[in-house]
């Protein structure tokens, strides 16, 4: 090439480049005149300073689960009161395994939304367009924010991953031996992760919403069948497990272009179940992650699909046992099986049901639709004799082998009362094992440990099996993101402390005493005029409970975003819906810009909106994220008692006055605060103390002396009457005589009495963040 | 021992199997004990001493608490059930007293100064395993002992795992030469 | 926007996109005809066919470190015989950790590689060009055989780590809970994120070499004083430990062009040493991992700059017990430090001078080079007092409160006999405490466990320093990738057996019995003619020893890739070429098609190539990636001793004769093979037991008889030298007389004869590749 | 009992602890037993038994693998030690016999079948854990002991933590008492 060549070469590419950058900027940004904010793509460190004005209120508590690491060949290293060979001590460690817990929730949903991107471009195109609705203008919340940028087409989302796997690397990276070595830096960092994990849940549930129609954040959607009884074993059945919607989908789409859909049932467990029936509401629920091994036991599932996260990791083993065929179906999970996704359809359908192979790996979900349902099709009435009534007589059969070694009672992570209930049972009595039936999550564990290697699992669902028979239940239809207009709505409650708060159930059903209690809290809640929002498992927990009426709650209270409403937002992604409505209270009702402006808005967030989040039952390192990701936002989160083995909390300390001064921006003063709200990331031991502390953890600074009023009511209330006495804090509630509620002025006012309280001025704007320097300072 | 639930294992430190003498060595040496009390001693139904194992077990621990004038924090929901035998116990969550007790410069539940003993019974054994873990690590300044019917390995004693009878009667031992150290003290101090 | 305005925009974009894609191919692919081949880019599951045959001869063996998983809050789940709550059991357990290792580890690479990447675009544009001279023509092997494209410039490894970055993310993913369960899809994905691990390291020295002007793979390169006692203690002295060669880079461009670079020491610990005299040769390296603890505890550096990995996670600690100063650069390790990046200089060092500040973060390279020159400048007088001569009085007094609990010595990593050493110093006797130090690595596990409290390390400093006052070896530059024209010469003889091997020594210190062991494993292979390259510590150990002339293996061993030659890549990034060079074998000599060729080019290194690397100290997650890199290729690796506790391995079974077959190309025939190499990672006890097994696993199956005699007079001699028997399974690598070693011929007939042996046919072009369908079937 | 390097505790199962008599009711019960010596116990100074007790740890286990006519793998560079005792062991690497030990299809070393019970003495400690673990894991077919000095947890049993001159003792021990064993055995036979 000549040099002339080159120089002209050279100029074409400048303007592409330029004409590029226009034209990005152009597509991206229609119709969007907010100034770009100062946090756009924020790097690891770029929001350290609010990250570090959170840790100081709220410290970091750590549980270790274990005093050794074991994560390099100089170990493994005992902690306890030593450092490392790699010169680290048992709290920076335990940040680091939390860290990397967060980085492994996060990788878990962003590869989710990636393989999802990816199918759903190869589908409908780079360029279909991401349009939530007439209802919906801001449609990617968190994407404005931490972005600043906002989606036009599905093509967009992916530099957005991108973004969040470079930042996901550069994580990681730091949980390497011999990196980060300072505790306030990691939690920094695990912020920074649930960061990004709720970007890419927002990235995945708006690109499916978008992508395969699902509803639009409409009120009042549909309600859907939800438990184990809704299924017609008569029918070939397939089983969906896991949480990418992908395979599902392609299932009932194929199910219905082939005018199929009478003749399959197509049901799901975990977050594809939701998904699911967010694409097609015939889809049946069977429930959440707790019924997996059971169902999976009951052999009524002719085909089982595998797609992510969440799966028992034993299904192909469990599948075989009852002669299930099981398509796996991502990169995430493939279980050793052959890969036929190149291979002919029917080439393979027969393999299946020839049992030339144990099953397959199909990387192409509308292969799986076809597969699935064309090999149930054919399987199911081979599998008839499978799908046999349950037998007590050879549970009691069973039970009589039991060598009492209590091992089972033991290994229980509830130590539910496994033991005494396989003596009764021995002795053909099944009440005792019937409860545990009802709170048991099927982990299997006893069973694992059983000196007399009974089956337990199996033990268990048959009793409940032929107990429960018509486990029959209803759950809302995920609706998604909520409307800019009920948003428009309830900011002004909400903000003002009129509504008293937003509670969203979510995660996964480690509960310590099944799942009623979470369907429990709910109710008193919605009674109370909270708005309930609730995703995945802990969403279809709420639905397989009925009230003395035999209705569930999604029959009995309203599918609306405001008082006393519960909505199902959807599955585990849906959650960036949780802090995706807060933002847009800041951005629609108090017109905080939120174009790449984290940190005002999690500002705002912390001091004025009351939500908070109940992982009741979190498990996984997915659920990890998600916490963090809500608490970077300024969203406290409560999780079960399970949860303190996430070795890590972040807890307030309302003794100590000074770490909750805030600054008053209209006044420009540092004034004392309160200890709204008081824990960042609280574990509760009982279903009792999560009711208790609710009312209090959504009081926030910024309330008004009749939205403190409610709130303090509920408070006093629910403490009185789960706890049964009167909250030993409310002093530093009450501001000053007009937060005290009528109801209990009395009781309130000697309260305050017996504690010398003193009245405080409530700050007008307050805020954690630095006073603006002045001009020319 | 093994721990009760076998897997709370966590490394080459475990608690000393404690006894009813030991616990009393324990309490004699510490300056400014507390008791945390859970929800899993607690009978649901609410029934008494007369019938209920679980009453007799909170029956015992209030003898023991009120013999040795030993602060109660009742954690879970275990309040309620103590209030109604006119036992006032401080109700709060077991991961905020650990917060408190892990900080040396905690007052302590009367305002004294940081307690340096810590008994639990009651508490829901893995959150009291995490628990302890936290106190074992950054509580130097504490003892941690365990009076629950299953070995604790994170605490620094622990009552064995045991039957529900064995149990009853460590809590009573427990009580009776608690009493009899009383009386002992209270002749030395009138002497 | 009228419709005629967006139809025409949209034209544009058409046009610019094409326009923008012809120009990219152009730019990326000048001169470069070679068709794409089939494995561009490939995605998790894609050369999974690959993988499992590799798995189906080198089966997976686990060591599990840990009975239990902690990993979600359904745990701890004991896995001993037992399946996990998620349905996980030990084997796939120990394959998940696996692979969780490795993620780190490439996370680490990819992450610095990132980091890097920036930093030189900033400081060099994206538009400077990858040119690494006359000499070398593939610049990039591993991109070119995965990617499919070769960079032009240094903005094209974008792409590189973006594809790195989302591959990453979704092997991460896998290791969630209630993911993968099985554990050759586990394998599998370790072996991706191995190749993802090789291609950032690629990625970072390639740019680093081209925007640093760093060696060109050039012969010869300079000398390096290397050693604890090179260092003037006179001057201020400037520490960089780490990875990341940037921050020490503009350090010493900072000294040279203020004129400063007589005023002032650098010096540097582990990769960043390496890489900064590879920037400079006039900085000196202090030595490998094994000496930080040590060096900063002898209080001679006045300023550490910590960069990235494998550095103390209590630098900072430590630093501050001698009044040094820390600066931290990346962030990866912040270290809870003020963040400095955007302050003024002058205020950052004077805030450091006068201890307002522990230490500063500053992402600024350029700034870190000012900043850490001016400060040691101004302090090294103040701290002239803590440079002190040691003084081993003090050392007997605290020797004398030992309370023989003889913990040092149990939890010493390697029983090193502390506890004598410490009895002997008690009585002022020293010489075996010094022996300690001579092997510790200064771990500090023994002080942290002393129930005296005891300052070990410090002690054993202080013997050390004083016995050994002048520690100062030589190291060559490292000089980076091999150029064309020396594979041009070696391809022939190595595929073809006559230089018996190319031994790799490679990484970190966690030796059994201290690094002169490497050197005098290189030495052993050096005398007889293998080539031997090593990087990052394990180069450092080569250097630190000397012979009985007292000259370093370096000084004594031409730099050349040839026989007899000993070469310094470089640092630990520099591992990429230890592949890349097979690579080019396969490409230059045997005119393989390289790109998007993965499959054919590991295969024909796995059959012809009689390369091996050994990580005799391997410690970190890097390392493990690192392996799992290499393995992929078909290149084995030798671990030590502490290796088993990577809890994985990969043997071969030499008895079971059917997992040795071949295909052999030219005759379409199946034939039978030799366990050749025999593993593709073993874990060795001791240095003998590496040495005699690295002629074995040099042997291939394509040699010819001439190089198989070499290669098994290697064999046999080193096995009788090391072992002191002949290696009972030499029969197995004797395919016909032509085969016996012309020295040893009455020996090996009689064995041969005592097995009963056959000769057997050699396969022309041994594979295990499949065999190509023919046209039309 | 703690293991010799405390870390290497795994969870809950721990090894017996072993003495010589619980040992030979090992052998006495094993068909195939097998004996991995490695570099440990090994002088690297060459002395010989009259000054060195390495030398006589050696000697030990020669005497033991002869009485019980058990076959003997050398791993590590232990090999050399032996052949210049003139007695024949299998040199191999310590990873080599695990991976072929925890195979229940292996021939074992004479051909006779799979091993039921493997001694180990004077393997690296950490890497015999390592190895043992995955035995204990993966190798259900057989039995592991250890009679190095250190108590390893890995094993199904170990001799516990003991000075030198204990373990000597321990050896000479598991020496007479196969001789005795051996003797009636043969008694036994010949009536
Ligand atoms: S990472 Fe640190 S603490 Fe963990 S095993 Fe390695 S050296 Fe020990
Ligand atoms: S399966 Fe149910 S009863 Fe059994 S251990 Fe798990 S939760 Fe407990
Ligand atoms: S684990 Fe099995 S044998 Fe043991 S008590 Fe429970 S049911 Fe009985
Ligand atoms: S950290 Fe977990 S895996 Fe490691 S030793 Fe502890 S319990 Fe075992
Ligand atoms: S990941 Fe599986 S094996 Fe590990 S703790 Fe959780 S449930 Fe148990
Ligand atoms: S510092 Fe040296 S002697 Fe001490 S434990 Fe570590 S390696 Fe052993
Ligand atoms: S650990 Fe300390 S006190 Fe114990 S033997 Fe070693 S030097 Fe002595
Ligand atoms: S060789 Fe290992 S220890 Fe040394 S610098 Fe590289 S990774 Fe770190």
Redesign the interface.
Known sequence: MTLKGIKE?QN??WM?KN??AN?GELRLNRNWDEPMGPTSKP???DL??WDFKLLSRFEP????????C???????????????????????QQARTFL??C???T??H???A??LLKHLIEKKGENFPIDLGMNIDIEAPIMRTVIGEKPGKLGDFRKV??Y???Q???L??????????????FE??TFHAGMIDELSKEVCDISQIAAYGMPKGEEDVPLIELGLGVVDKEKPVILCIGHNVAPGAEIVDYTNDKGLYNEVEVCGICCSAIDISRRDKNAKIIGPLSKQ?EFIRSGIADVIVVD???????????ALKNNSTVIVTT???????P?RTNEDADKTVSDLIERRIDGA?I?DAEKVGEIAVKTALRISKDRRNIKILPDLKEVTKYAEDCIKCRMCE??C?N?FPVFDAIQDAGEGQFSKLLEVYEICYS???CE??CKADLPLVSMLTKVGGHYLKNQNYRIRQGRGPIQDVEIRKVGRPIVFGEIPGIIAFVGCT?Y?KGGEEIAKMAEEFLKRNYIVVATGCSAMSIGEYKDKEGITLYEKYEDVFGAGGLVNLGSCVSNAHVSGACIKIANIFAKKPLRANYEEIADYILNRIGACGVAFG??????SAITAGINRWGIPAIVG???????R?L?G?K?KKESWKVNDLRSGEVVEGEPSPEHLL?????K??VIA?IPKICIRVNDTPKGRQTKLTNYIDLHQK????FP?DLHLFVRNRNDIPITYRKQVTEFLESKGWKPKEAPFEPSLMDFKKEEGR | MMPWQPTTIAGPKQARVANPESVIRMLKKAKRPLFIIGPVIICDEGCDETVCHKAKIRSSCMDIAKEWDIPVVTVGHAFKSFLKEGFDTEPMGIIEIVNLLKDPEWKGLRGEGQHDLVLFIGVTYYIASQGLSTLKHFAQHLVTVTLCKFFHPNADASFPNMSDKKWLKYLEKLKISLRILNQEINTIRRV
Chains 1, 3 share one sequence.
């Not at chain 1, 508590?61 to 050794?68: K, R, S």
């Not at chain 1, 992510?308 to 990791?313: A, H």
């Open positions: 070469l074409e590419i592409i004409l590029k034209f790097n690891v460190t350290r300073a508590f750590y549980a270790p689960f274990c005093d050794m074991c994560m390099c060949t100089f170990g493994k290293c005992d902690l306890l009161g030593k450092k490392g060979a790699c010169g680290i001590n048992a709290d920076a990397l817990s980085c492994i929730g990788a878990a962003t590869a989710h990636h393989h991953l991108d969040c796997e470079e996901l690397t550069y990681l990276s730091a949980t390497h031996t011999g990196q980060e070595g300072n505790i306030l830096d920094s960092k091994l992510e996260q969440c799966i028992r990791t034993d299904v192909l083993e469990e990169d995430n999970a493939c279980y050793g099986l890969d790996l990387l033991r290994t992570p130590s982990c299997g564990k694992e440990s480690n310590p979190a498990y996984s390192q997915k659920a008692p399970h949860g303190t083995k996430f070795k909390l807890l300390r003794d609280y574990a509760a031991e009982t009792e103390e502390l789960y706890i049964e006495t030993n």
